[in-house]
Nanobody, 119 residues
């Protein structure tokens, strides 16, 4: 199975930037897409960004378009999320996830990394 570990979270002031990393191990050969999600206090988990590995297509939520960039390094089995111009409302636990080629949803999840944006 696939194991995912997020890193790179931390404390940043509004307008600042962070880069998150998601390292995958295990059986990663059949991963079809990687994604980033976040869950703020009292809120439901929401989609942030996704990367389809075959044609390298990226998708973003409307709220982060133009500020966030998702990228992947297949050799390092790592997915990155560059987050620029962060706002306090984006304080959340950020999770990476993977979707297998035969799956209809993201089914592998990391433990999450905390991102705190101060005003």
């Amino acid at each position: 199975q696939v194991q995912l570990v997020e890193s790179g979270g931390g404390f940043v002031q509004a307008g600042g930037s962070l880069r998150l990393s998601c390292a995958a191990s295990g059986r990663t050969f059949n991963i079809y897409a990687s994604g980033w999600f976040r869950q703020a206090p009292g809120k439901e988990r929401e989609f942030v960004a996704g990367l389809f590995w075959g044609p390298a297509i990226t998708r973003y939520s409307d709220s982060v378009t133009g500020r966030f960039t998702i990228a992947g390094n297949n050799a390092k089995k790592t997915t990155y999320l560059q987050m620029n111009n962060l706002a306090p409302e984006e304080t959340a636990v950020y999770y990476c996830a993977e979707k297998a080629g035969t799956a209809t949803e993201f089914s592998k999840w990391g433990q999450g990394t905390q991102v705190t944006v101060s005003s």
